[in-house]
């Protein structure tokens, strides 16, 4: 890879979904589709997207405050503040 992808604070593509922002900072193009990063905001009580599943990627998350609820096939998990 010979590619280096630098966002700015206020760069990257806006997307507002109802009450969620997501801001997408690297969308694979960079990466060989091997890595996309977004930064999204979810608000107290909203809820997220439904279960789904990407073809040419995983998805990783770092919760950064309050908590937020995942399933991965039939298993739930809660991670809270600061846990990748």
Known sequence: M????????????????????????EDGKTTGHRLGV?????????AGPPQHRHAQHDEGFYVVSGTARFTVGDTPTTPSRALW
């Open 2 to 25: 010979t590619q280096v992808s630098v966002v700015a604070p206020d760069g990257g593509e806006a997307i507002q979904l109802g009450p969620i922002q997501m801001r997408i900072l």
């Open 38 to 46: 977004g930064e999204i905001t979810i608000p107290p009580g909203t």
